[in-house]
C-alpha cells in the first residue's frame, strides 16, 4: 500500500512537471549568420636561390585583393608578376630590390617604385626617384628636384641622399595609401606628395615647360618615343632610345614623363 502511495505520488509529481515545462515560452532560433568572406588570397611562397633574398619582394593594392611580387631567378633575372586583380601581366626584368617601396593599384595593373635613398653623380635634383609601371611598361616618372624644394632637410650620404619622411632615416610617416589609388608622402621639407597610377597624376619631372632630347638625357628622365610605325616605347636608360630620335625635339613636359616623341626617321 506505501508502495502504491508513492508510485502515485511520483506521477503526479511528473505530470504536473511536464505541464509546467510545456507552459515555459521556447526561446528564439538563433538568427543565421551571413558567411564570412573569404580572406583575399595570398601569394604562393617565393623560392629564392641563396643569396638573392634582397631581390625578393612583394607588393599589395590597398585592399590586398591586387599582388604585384618580384621573383629572383639568378643575378640580374628576375620575375615580376602582377595576380589577384582585374588586370595580371608578367615581366621578365629586375626592377629593383627591397630596399625600395612598392605600391599596387586596385585593379593591379600599376606599379608605383619609390627610391628613397636615390643615387646620384653631380645633381641630386636629376635623380629618378619615382617609377610608374603600368601592364609591365614603364609609362612615368619623377625626379628628386620635383618633389623637394630645400636642399638643406635632405640628408646627404656619399653618392646618395634621402630626401622622403618616414624612411632612409629620416624622421616621420613613411608613404601610405589614401585610397586605392593615391599614395600621400611627404618630402624631407614637408613638401606633400601625391602619387597617383596614371602619367597625368605624377608631379611634373622637370620645371621647364620645354626641353630637348640631350637636356632630357643629361637629367636622367624618363624616355618615350614614338617609332616611324606609330608605336611608342618607355624607357630610363638613354642608350636605348635611337639616335635618330635624340637631336633637335622639343615638347611639353606633362605628368611626369619627361619624354622625346614624334622622331622621324631622316
Known amino acids: 500500500m506505501v508502495c502504491s502511495f508513492h508510485f502515485v505520488r511520483c506521477l503526479w509529481l511528473g505530470a504536473l512537471g ?9 526561446p528564439p532560433p538563433r538568427p543565421v549568420r551571413p558567411p564570412v568572406a573569404a580572406d583575399p588570397v595570398s601569394p604562393p611562397p617565393q623560392v ?69 635613398l636615390p643615387s646620384f653623380e653631380k645633381a641630386w635634383q636629376t635623380s629618378i626617384v619615382v617609377r ?26 656619399t653618392k646618395r ?7 632612409g632615416g629620416l ?11 593615391m599614395i600621400l608622402g611627404k618630402a624631407a621639407d614637408g613638401t606633400d606628395m601625391r602619387l597617383g597610377f ?5 608631379p611634373r619631372a622637370m620645371n621647364t ?13 624618363v624616355l618615350t618615343w614614338t617609332d616611324d610605325e606609330g608605336e611608342m616605347h618607355f624607357t630610363n636608360d638613354p642608350r636605348e632610345v635611337p639616335s635618330q630620335y635624340r637631336q633637335g625635339i622639343k615638347l611639353p613636359v606633362d605628368g611626369g614623363v619627361v619624354g622625346v616623341m614624334g622622331g622621324k626617321k631622316k
Open 18 to 26: 511536464a505541464a509546467a515545462f510545456s507552459c515555459r515560452e521556447k
Open 48 to 116: 629564392v636561390p641563396p643569396g638573392l633574398e634582397k631581390w625578393a619582394w612583394t607588393a599589395r593594392s590597398r585592399d590586398y585583393k591586387a599582388t604585384v611580387q618580384q621573383t629572383p631567378k639568378a643575378p640580374g633575372q628576375c620575375e615580376v608578376k602582377s595576380t589577384g586583380g582585374n588586370e595580371t601581366w608578367t615581366l621578365d626584368e629586375c626592377l629593383g630590390d627591397n630596399t625600395l617601396m612598392y605600391f599596387a593599384s586596385a585593379d593591379g595593373s600599376g606599379l608605383l617604385v619609390v627610391d628613397p
Open 132 to 157: 610608374l609601371y603600368r601592364d609591365g611598361r614603364l609609362v612615368g616618372g619623377t625626379n628628386a628636384g620635383a618633389l623637394v624644394k630645400d636642399k638643406n632637410k635632405l640628408r646627404m650620404l
Open 161 to 167: 641622399f634621402a630626401w622622403l619622411q618616414g624612411a
Open 171 to 181: 624622421p616621420g610617416v613613411a608613404p601610405q595609401y589614401v585610397h586605392d589609388d
Open 198 to 202: 596614371t602619367p597625368l597624376s605624377l
Open 209 to 221: 615647360t620645354e626641353v630637348s632630347a640631350n637636356q632630357i638625357l643629361e637629367a636622367g628622365g
